[in-house]
Nanobody, 125 residues
Framework: QVQLAQSGGGSVQAGGSLTLSCAAP????????MAWFRQAPGKEREGVAA???????RYVDSVKGRFTISRDNDKVTLNLQMNSLTVEDTAMYFC???????????????????WGQGTQVIVSP
């Protein structure tokens, strides 16, 4: 379990961009896999994107081509660049970390070991 501190988020017009960040004090094996999740009101939490420490990434279909997940291993930081935002992207976004090898570094698993505090993203028409 590691401490994850999120920053970013806010309100943006549809079609705009927003960047989320998630930082840890230092790297550990429990951060081999990191991911972004989101939860909209009345909806189940869903995985958005996942990235392994060696740069491999996955995305849920709804954000492919619009969102980019990246890691800065020197800063021990996870980022999510969100472009072409739509109102359907409105949600609370959470970063997460887990000791999962790449084939298991998935947006579809919900047993990540560490979680950020969450940050709100609101996209207006």
């Amino acid at each position: 379990q590691v401490q994850l501190a999120q920053s970013g988020g806010g309100s943006v017009q549809a079609g705009g961009s927003l960047t989320l960040s998630c930082a840890a004090p230092e790297y550990s094996y429990s951060m081999y896999c990191m991911a972004w999740f989101r939860q909209a009101p009345g909806k189940e939490r869903e995985g958005v994107a996942a990235a392994s420490v060696d740069g491999r990434t996955r995305y849920v279909d709804s954000v492919k081509g619009r969102f980019t997940i990246s890691r800065d291993n020197d800063k021990v930081t996870l980022n999510l660049q969100m472009n072409s935002l739509t109102v359907e992207d409105t949600a609370m976004y959470f970063c997460a970390a887990g000791p999962f090898a790449w084939p298991s570094c998935s947006t579809e698993r919900n047993d990540y070991k560490s979680w950020g505090q969450g940050t709100q993203v609101i996209v207006s028409p």
